[in-house]
């Protein structure tokens, strides 16, 4: 068989197989040396595809549909210096266990290391960064065709593996690149075909907490009163409710971290605290609330209060659950740590724990916490569009069965500590594995086409100058983007090096002075001002049910988003300090 064609039967085998495991998203950045994939992909009916001519952009947007389905979708691109432009998605991917599988075309070995045009080492070039490194070889007819088939599955069982993330498959092949004919099936594969599914399975296994370790262990809770558990970001609506049940039956406080998808109305009713950022600015509430045990299930926090209050107090008893084996406990205090599938591990602990009524620890913080509800929503700073204004305006607005993107920095953090809850069924999520800035507009995108649905992104203005690129991906994805844009980097004002005044605002300031008017018009999408609290929600809404991609764009003051986020702490810590004192 001549080379192009062998090119082409290996494609399309890896193509067929990705898609019977389960990977139907393909995103692509258009090159040569990738030509046989990209027409396996282009010609197989089962694949759906999204073409970027930034690699950044469309591993990002893998990274988005995988977060919003739980699916890997595959990445593809050329050889030489396009593989590097992803490694930025690779490294959220792998902190945050989001599934890819990461395809990239190499030069077979004799163009290797002879200084070939467009050739870089690709072997390994994403180092620990991937569940899984395999360099496969150039097409050749001494190579038995299973080894394609039973190459993929080993690729995605890796990335779906807990914990999940990317794998890499450098692909390696010879010119010609484009094929001359159809590809068919050998008879050695003919059973494969006609059976329809991968070649080798890999069924799930769920992993639940071992009985004689676990059974100590939901005793000691048994006994516990003062308890929190804190819940960080989880997976998917049957970990939120299977944590949520739990609760119920621990009747401990419940601190749900924005991307733990319990922030919502029927959560909180339980034993859900919104507020509890602001409830630990107060020195005298820390003090009277340091808890005897902490379960800690899921993700990282996104509160730095919270983290901090637990590193301080140190409670005897700090059991961590996550479905995998890595390790989390940066403040070097975990007592117990789960790695088991989480909800199972909550509804196994919630069948040892007996039925009993709401103590007084629980009712002691949902009493705090019901002043806060009752003080900031009257805080004046917030009725005017202030950044922190315009997270709760999303909350409040955003329509059930939406996705809602918060980007790094002050946005999910804006979040996190101002949004009490949204309605159920808005799926929450933010690139918090690395907690970078890049490639939150196409992670967005990817997230609207995992969902098949719009998707809201809260961004700031240094972020979305970093992606302006992946604006093109939205033509055709119903994407809301709110950029809050106070000229430069705002969070840098709320750390230590605001005090420098010489070199704070050249350096970490970095003032831009751009607006996005022209950048929307560029890639086509629409774009509005917007100026106060009624315009906002009246774009807002607007922009949802219209259902097509907009930039809604709010200018704010950097020295006055701190000053304004300084004056409701001050409130909140007054507040909470008088109700101690009665």
Request: aromatic content about 8%; charged content about 20%; proline content about 6%.
């Amino acid at each position: 068989m001549m080379g192009t064609d062998l090119n082409a039967q290996w494609a399309h085998l890896l193509v067929e197989e990705l898609i019977r495991c389960g990977v139907r998203q393909f995103c692509i950045a258009p090159g040569s040396r990738s030509t046989p994939l990209t027409v396996a992909v282009a010609q197989h009916p089962q694949a759906r595809t999204t073409v970027h001519y930034d690699e950044r952009g469309t591993a990002f947007f893998a990274l988005g549909y995988a977060r919003a389905t739980g699916d890997p979708a595959a990445w593809i691109t050329t050889s030489g210096t396009a593989l590097a432009n992803g490694f930025p998605a690779v490294i959220e991917a792998a902190s945050a266990g989001v599934p890819m599988v990461l395809l990239t075309a190499d030069r077979p070995p004799e163009l290797r290391h002879t200084g070939a045009n467009q050739t870089i080492d690709q072997v390994k070039l994403f180092g620990e960064a991937v569940r899984w490194f395999f360099d496969v070889p150039a097409p050749t007819d001494a190579i038995d065709l299973a080894f394609v088939l039973t190459t993929v599955d080993q690729a995605v069982h890796r990335a779906r593996q807990c914990p999940g993330g990317p794998v890499h498959l450098n692909c390696m092949f010879r010119e010609p690149l484009v094929p001359e004919r159809e590809p068919e099936v050998p008879d050695s594969l003919k059973a494969w075909a006609e059976r329809g599914h991968p070649y080798t399975a890999y069924p799930a296994i769920q992993k639940g907490p071992e009985s004689s370790a676990f059974n100590t262990f939901a005793t000691s809770m048994s006994e516990v009163e003062r308890g929190l558990l804190v819940v960080g970001s989880l997976k998917n609506e049957q970990e939120a409710r299977a944590v949520a049940s739990l609760s119920k039956r621990l009747q401990w406080p419940l601190l749900p971290d924005i991307l733990s998808g319990l922030r919502v109305e029927d959560a909180l009713r339980g034993a859900g605290i919104a507020y509890y950022d602001h409830l630990l600015e107060s020195a005298g509430f820390q003090q009277q609330a340091a808890p005897k045990a902490v379960l800690h299930i899921g993700g990282r926090p996104t509160s730095k209060r919270l983290l901090r209050f637990l590193n301080e107090c140190r409670p005897p008893i700090y059991a961590v659950v996550q479905n995998h084996a890595n390790r989390y406990d940066p403040s070097h205090q975990v007592s117990h740590r789960f790695d088991a599938d989480i909800a199972t591990f909550c509804s196994a602990l919630e069948r040892e724990i007996p039925n009993r009524a709401r103590g007084a620890y629980q009712r002691w913080w949902q009493d705090a916490a019901q002043v806060l509800a009752e003080v900031i929503p009257a805080v004046p700073e917030l009725s005017v569009l202030q950044e922190p204004t315009v997270a709760r305006l999303i909350a409040a607005h955003i329509p059930a069965g939406h996705g809602w993107v918060l980007a790094s920095s002050m946005p999910v953090r804006d979040a996190d500590m101002f949004v009490e809850a949204t309605s159920s069924g808005v799926f929450v999520t933010a690139n918090r594995g690395a907690s970078g800035i890049d490639g939150l507009v196409a992670t967005a995108a990817g997230y609207a086409a995992g969902l098949q649905a719009p998707v809201t992104l809260l961004i700031g203005d240094l972020a979305l100058l970093h992606d302006l690129n992946s604006l093109a991906l939205l033509r055709d994805i119903p994407v809301v983007v709110v950029v809050l844009n106070n000229n430069g980097g705002g969070i840098f004002h709320f750390l230590p090096i605001a005090a420098k005044e010489q070199v704070f605002e050249p350096f970490f300031g970095t003032p831009h002075g751009m607006t996005f008017e022209h950048a929307a018009h560029q890639f086509g999408v629409r774009y509005q001002k917007v100026e106060d609290t009624t315009a906002f929600v009246e774009a807002y809404q607007q922009a949802c049910a219209r259902q097509q991609s907009v930039i809604l764009e709010v200018q704010t003051e950097r020295e006055a988003n701190h000053a304004i986020h300084e004056q409701i702490l001050t409130r909140c810590r007054e507040a909470v300090e008088a109700w101690l004192r009665v």
